[in-house]
């Protein structure tokens, strides 16, 4: 069973950080591109992030010098560091795997989606 469970959202003041987790199991975790994505209210789901072993990491204009994405194999985590958080960063996060396309990671890459975790900046 693939399984990905987004955590360690909740409401931070702007400027603040915070550090979200993304636990897998059930698959073959370097096997997959493991990206982080956000939907605002109203809004379509954008594409943060995500981290390749073919090409690296790579960033949404909106969040680079921002936010940091790692990876930790040992323990099928990958995670997103937010810093510098604005109100516009506000929406629910989640993580999704899947397979590059091209060079590209978009939503409609992402073969498994965790369920998603809160972050609210206020101003």
């Known amino acids: 069973e693939v399984q990905l469970q987004a955590s360690g959202g909740g409401l931070v003041h702007a400027g603040g950080s915070l550090r979200l987790s993304c636990a897998t199991s059930?698959?073959?975790?370097?096997?997959?591109?493991i990206g982080w994505f956000r939907q605002a209210p109203g809004k379509e789901r954008e594409r943060v992030g995500f981290?390749?072993?073919?090409?690296?990491?790579h960033y949404a204009d909106s969040v680079k010098g921002q936010f940091t994405i790692s990876r930790d194999n040992a323990k099928n985590t990958v995670y997103l560091e937010m810093n510098s958080l604005k109100p516009e960063d506000t929406a629910v996060y989640y993580c999704?795997?899947?397979?590059?396309?091209?060079?590209?990671?978009?939503?409609?890459?992402?073969?498994?989606w965790g369920q998603g975790t809160l972050v609210t900046v206020s101003s």
């Open positions: 999704g795997a899947g397979f590059l396309y091209g060079s590209g990671f978009s939503p409609n890459n992402v073969y498994y």
């Open positions: 981290q390749s072993s073919r090409t690296g990491l």
């Open positions: 059930g698959f073959v975790f370097d096997g997959y591109v």
